[in-house]
Every structure is written in structure tokens, then in C-alpha cells.
């Protein structure tokens, strides 16, 4: 039995003894950490059990409490209902002027500090490569490269290799969509389809409309193209405010959406299939092509494949783009576009832009896709990256200054979080910087500085006391940032 299974079992005995009864707080994480000598993280993960278990609930800043029907009974209370850990977001605010996007200089110089190999990448935003194949990927890709010593650009042009784009189709199948594989681009990652994508349906000046906060890449390529952002309410759980969307739609001319249903970057929501249903109608109306960055959609934390936009297009006005990136390996960059309606203008822009995607790199994972397992391994890590979730929520909500909340992903592998207002979270960043951690400030999610009291976490590594630790520090460092805000306020 494993520590935290132990001590979750230690202490559901005091409550089914009435020890600790309904509605009494149980001890602290930091008391029973110390008292029974064993790590947060392990005490977290207990209380986590328990709290699946329907015995205890959490209340943010107070601590964990015996829930109703739980003590002195045998029965244990309704296991079905679990508290949810975190205060939830506030739905962010309506934008109602658009933008013009410069955020690639502080993207780059924070990925770049990243990058660095003896940082904790609690800012990184790519999956720790421990957990996927890359072993297995890399030996297909020796073994096709001796094979075949000869290679030419025919190999490797648009739309791409047929092998591959038949094993795309029919990933989508096994997951209830029927999507035509004729209409499959495959393109350098999901990022390049998002730019192909974006080229085809618009024009410099034109404006785009967007969720607030937004993953950075859409801003990448709006900013790339000389265009203009328009950032619209986002709500944490439900996705893009269609009601908003809805006017700005009506109000001026909008040349394309760009959005992320499914395990969004950086919220983590999961769009109701009611409210993709309508999104899809609402640009249908307009004749507004919509981009759907679905690049996380195999990283759900249900039971069942989320659904997409593309699933409800009968006009050809959603152009879907996603990646094996986030879910397979990250380094040989195979991503793909189903344009719909502008399919023969993306191929066109594909061949104009990078002209190919390397052959070799489509034959490996195509070889992996057939040979080797892909949903065992996506399985095991959708089941590692809930987990970790759930830790890295709780341990936010325990430890970092009080009034702070964070997402509640469902999916994907990144915690949104939001600081006390006074606390800058750049400043917060060099700080950590300085401590050989990255974090990801909220500025890089938004062309305005809405989201300056807000940071990324990524908590897709396994749980260590480096990455515990790291934690601990920021917390630290937050609670720094907003004892010396404070003054500055009240003198004002």
C-alpha cells in the first residue's frame, strides 16, 4: 500500500468512528504533514482520496471538513458527489475594442528562459517528454531512413504522405467522428496549420475575434499577419460568450473566429457540445469562418472523446486544425488542417509557404500509429495528467496568498491562475526566474494587459521535491509581491 492510500485509510477509520465528525475541520496539510513526517504531496494526494471518496469536502482557505453523513456511518455519504477543490473563475470581461497584437518579444524571451535545462519548467507549455514514446518513434525513424536511402521532394509535398492521412481518418472514426479524408493538409504542427489556416480566410487589417484569455499562438499569427485581435468574454467552464460573440458578430465586420473548445490554453474547459452546436450556427448565420484549434482534444480527462466544431459544419466554414504534438511526441512536429471549404487554398498556401513535411518524420509515427498502441499510451497519461491536476490545484489553493483561484481543467495539462490583484505577475516571473523556476505570466495570453495578476502553470511532470519545492517558492514569492503591493495601494 503507498503512503497516501495508508494514511486516507487511517484517517476514514476516525471518521467511520466518529473521531472527526460531520461538519469538524481535520487536521491542516501542513500539521499532518509533520506530525505523521511524511510530504505534502502526500498528504494532498490523501486528502484528494478522500475527498473522491465523498467523506471530507474542501473549503478554499479554511482548510478540509468532514462532510455531511460521513462520520459514524458505515454507509460513508454520497461518493458520487465530489466538492469541487477550487474557487472557480470569474468569467472574463468583454473586450469591445480590438487590438493591435504585439506579444511575440515577451513569448519568446519566456519560452527561451524556459528552455533552459536546469529551470523547473513550471511554465513550459510542452508535456514532459518522459511520457511519451519517443524511443519507439525514433527507432521507426532509423529503421525508414535505412531502408529507403533515396528520397525526393515528391515524397514529402502536399497535401502529404497517404498512410499517414489514412491513419488520421481513421483515429477520427474510432473517436465517433466520420470526417473525408481528402480534405486532411498535413502541415508542421498544429501552429503552422493555424497559419494557413488564417491566411486562407483573411487579410492584413482584418479583425479576428478570439476567447480572452487566449493560447499565444493565435496572437502569433494574427500578429504575424498585420491583423487585428478582438478579444471576447470567455467563461471558465462554458467556453467563448456566444451572446457576445453574437453582437460583435452583428456590429462590424468580423473576417474570421479563432477558438479552442476542448481543453482550452490556458483554462482548461471543455466546451458543452450545446454551446458548440450554437457557435457553429451563429458563424453559419454570419458567414464567418471559424478556426478550431483542437491540438489537446486526446488529453480528456472523461470518459468518452470530446466532440468538435467540425462535427457540426454542414457549410465548410469550420477549418480544424490538431496535432500528435500534445499527445504523441512533440519534437517531429506532425500536425494536419481539414479546411473545409478553403481546403484547396490552404494545400496551395502549404506548398507556397514551407513547400513540404519531411517524409520521414510522417512515415514514423504513421509506423507507431499501426504497430504500438496509441490509446494504451494515451490511457496512461490522461489518467497521470487528472491526477496531477488535481495536486497542483490543491496545493495552489492551500499554499498561495488567500483570494487566489484557479481553472478546473478537463483536460490538457495546464492550471490558469489567478493571483490577488495587486500581485504582478511579471514581476512575479523574474523573481522566480531568478530562483530557477519559469512560470508563464498571464501577459502572453492577451493583447492587453487584462491578465497581469495572472500565471500558467504546467503540471504535467510527476509530482517531486523539486517540483514541490519550486511550488513552495513561488507561493513564497506571491505572498512577497503582494505585502509590497499593499502600501503602494493604500498610500494612492
Given at each position: ?292 484549434n483542437d491540438v489537446y482534444h486526446e488529453l480528456y480527462y472523461g470518459d468518452a472523446h470530446p466532440g468538435s466544431l467540425k462535427s457540426y459544419d454542414t457549410k465548410g466554414l469550420v477549418l480544424h486544425c490538431a496535432s500528435f504534438s500534445k499527445s504523441l511526441m512533440s519534437a517531429y512536429r506532425i500536425g494536419w488542417a481539414m479546411p473545409g471549404r478553403y481546403r484547396e487554398q490552404v494545400e496551395k498556401l502549404k506548398f507556397l509557404n514551407t513547400l513540404t513535411t519531411p517524409a520521414i518524420a510522417q512515415l514514423a509515427v504513421t509506423e507507431y500509429l499501426k504497430h504500438d498502441g496509441y490509446e494504451h499510451h494515451l490511457r496512461r497519461i490522461r489518467k497521470a495528467f ?107
Amino acid at each position: 500500500m503507498k503512503l497516501y492510500e495508508k494514511l486516507a485509510g487511517d484517517l476514514e477509520q476516525q471518521i467511520r468512528r466518529g473521531v472527526f465528525r460531520a461538519g469538524e475541520r481535520i487536521p491542516s496539510v501542513r500539521q499532518t504533514s509533520q506530525h505523521h513526517r511524511l510530504s505534502i504531496t502526500t498528504v494532498i494526494r490523501a486528502y484528494l482520496l478522500l475527498e473522491s471518496r465523498g467523506l471530507i469536502q474542501s473549503r478554499p482557505q479554511s482548510g478540509y471538513f468532514v462532510r455531511a453523513g460521513s462520520a459514524g456511518s458505515a454507509g460513508g455519504g454520497d461518493k458520487g458527489a465530489v466538492e469541487p477543490s477550487a474557487i472557480e473563475l470569474r468569467p472574463s470581461k468583454p473586450i469591445a475594442v480590438s487590438a493591435q497584437v504585439d506579444v511575440s518579444r515577451l513569448v519568446l524571451s519566456t519560452l527561451r528562459s524556459i528552455g533552459g535545462d536546469a529551470a523547473v519548467p513550471l511554465g513550459s507549455p510542452y508535456p514532459d517528454p518522459t511520457l511519451y514514446p519517443t524511443g519507439k518513434i525514433n527507432r521507426y525513424t532509423y529503421e525508414i531512413a535505412r531502408r529507403k536511402t533515396r528520397w525526393g521532394v515528391t515524397d514529402e509535398l502536399p497535401p502529404g504522405h497517404p498512410e499517414l492521412i489514412r491513419q488520421v481518418a481513421r483515429r477520427y472514426q474510432e473517436n465517433g467522428v466520420t470526417i473525408d479524408p481528402n480534405e486532411i493538409v498535413v502541415t508542421v504542427g498544429a501552429t503552422e496549420a493555424i497559419n494557413l489556416c488564417l491566411q486562407a480566410v483573411a487579410k492584413p487589417g482584418d479583425t479576428i475575434a478570439v476567447e480572452s484569455p487566449t493560447f499565444y499562438a493565435m496572437l502569433h499569427a494574427i500578429e504575424r499577419m498585420g491583423m487585428r485581435a478582438i478579444e471576447v468574454a470567455t467563461h471558465p467552464r462554458d467556453g467563448i460568450d456566444l451572446a457576445a460573440l453574437a453582437q460583435i458578430l452583428g456590429k462590424r465586420r468580423i473576417a474570421a473566429c479563432m477558438v479552442m473548445p476542448n481543453f482550452q490554453n490556458p483554462l482548461g474547459f471543455q466546451m458543452p457540445d450545446a454551446n458548440k452546436r450554437e457557435l457553429v450556427r451563429l458563424v453559419t448565420q454570419h458567414d464567418v469562418p471559424v478556426i478550431e484549434n483542437d491540438v489537446y482534444h486526446e488529453l480528456y480527462y472523461g470518459d468518452a472523446h470530446p466532440g468538435s466544431l467540425k462535427s457540426y459544419d454542414t457549410k465548410g466554414l469550420v477549418l480544424h486544425c490538431a496535432s500528435f504534438s500534445k499527445s504523441l511526441m512533440s519534437a517531429y512536429r506532425i500536425g494536419w488542417a481539414m479546411p473545409g471549404r478553403y481546403r484547396e487554398q490552404v494545400e496551395k498556401l502549404k506548398f507556397l509557404n514551407t513547400l513540404t513535411t519531411p517524409a520521414i518524420a510522417q512515415l514514423a509515427v504513421t509506423e507507431y500509429l499501426k504497430h504500438d498502441g496509441y490509446e494504451h499510451h494515451l490511457r496512461r497519461i490522461r489518467k497521470a495528467f487528472a491526477q496531477r491536476a488535481k495536486m497542483m490545484a490543491a496545493f495552489v489553493q492551500r499554499f498561495f496568498p488567500e483570494g487566489t483561484r484557479t481553472s478546473t481543467p478537463a483536460g490538457g495539462y495546464v492550471l490558469w491562475v489567478e493571483l490577488p490583484a495587486p500581485i504582478d505577475s511579471m514581476v512575479l516571473y523574474q523573481r522566480a526566474l531568478e530562483h530557477g523556476i519559469t512560470i508563464g505570466p498571464g501577459l502572453m495570453f492577451s493583447a492587453t494587459p487584462a491578465y497581469r495578476n495572472f500565471i500558467r502553470l504546467n503540471y504535467s511532470y510527476a509530482w517531486s521535491p523539486e517540483i514541490e519545492q519550486a511550488l513552495t517558492t513561488v507561493a513564497q514569492l506571491a505572498a512577497a509581491c503582494l505585502r509590497e503591493a499593499e502600501p503602494r495601494r493604500s498610500s494612492r
